[in-house]
């Protein structure tokens, strides 16, 4: 599969291309381009990828410029830091939306939905709807990227990624961001464990909901059980049953 790269920062492009390299030996890079002009010149005079990584801020324009300006024929994973172009990003060919720094899990599964549509749109002869079924269910992510929480009579959005952990006690469900604020919310953690990409948020007890960035490492504790610690305090100790810390040993290492 060929793929060009639309990044104006060098540096992230190189590790782009080094991720793709890694995750699959019949990934090929075609292209590298800086600017919205350098990617309308490299379409017009290149045969059409099978792929495009993009970023969107680009130093002469949004990359929605690009494909505005050329037809092309390959759907795009939008790569960027920022996460308000999400609407725009899927009205211009867009497949999927990483957030910078790009993971290369998340990466390998955007990847993979590439290949699980390309299946999906291939001419074949009749249609197995259970297959169509199942492939959808995998395309549908719907994961929430914030939540609303409450503060002084004020309803504030907060970033999913910004969140470090969810906690419940007395009935009462606290959102604790990575710079130490925290917020009332008025669903349950069993209520909000499914709106959360379960890659990034763990359901660590019935009192925690923890983001793996705010994660710094388990510890031994009585009983088979493990100590979560975070790089932020947390109103008590984040316990694993010796039933959960398997799960939550193979969720450190995704």
Avoid at 5 to 21: P, V
Avoid at 35 to 45: E, F, G, P, R, T
Avoid at 245 to 251: F, H, I, R, V
Wanted: glycine share 4%; charged share 25%.
């Amino acid at each position: 599969m060929n793929i060009l790269i639309i990044e104006d920062e060098a540096k992230t492009g190189r590790e782009l291309k080094e991720m793709i390299q890694r995750l699959d030996e019949k990934l090929s890079v075609v292209g590298m381009v800086p600017s919205v002009k350098a990617a309308v010149d490299w379409l017009n005079n290149n045969p059409s990828p099978q792929l495009i990584l993009s970023d969107i801020e680009l130093a002469d324009g949004l990359s929605f410029e690009i494909f505005q300006t050329v037809q092309i024929c390959c759907p795009v994973i939008f790569c960027t830091a920022f996460d308000s172009y999400a609407i725009d990003a899927f009205s211009s060919y867009g497949i999927d939306y990483l957030l910078k720094p790009v993971d290369e899990d998340k990466l390998a599964a955007s990847l993979r939905k590439y290949e699980l549509m390309k299946q999906w749109m291939a001419p074949r002869q009749g249609v197995d709807y259970g297959q169509l079924e199942a492939v959808l269910a995998k395309l549908q992510t719907g994961y929430k990227s914030g939540l609303l929480v409450f503060s002084n009579e004020k309803i504030i959005p907060v970033k999913t990624a910004d969140i470090a952990f969810i906690h419940s006690a007395g009935g009462n469900v606290k959102v604790y961001t990575k710079n130490k604020q925290s917020f009332q919310i008025n669903e349950v953690l069993d209520e909000l464990e499914p709106q959360l990409d379960p890659y990034q948020f763990f359901r660590a007890n019935r009192q925690y909901l923890v983001n793996r960035d705010a994660v710094v490492m388990a510890e031994h504790f009585f009983n088979r059980r493990l100590v979560l610690k975070l790089n932020i305090e947390t109103p008590e100790q984040i316990i694993i049953s010796k039933m959960k810390a398997p799960e939550l040993m193979a969720w450190m290492q995704r």
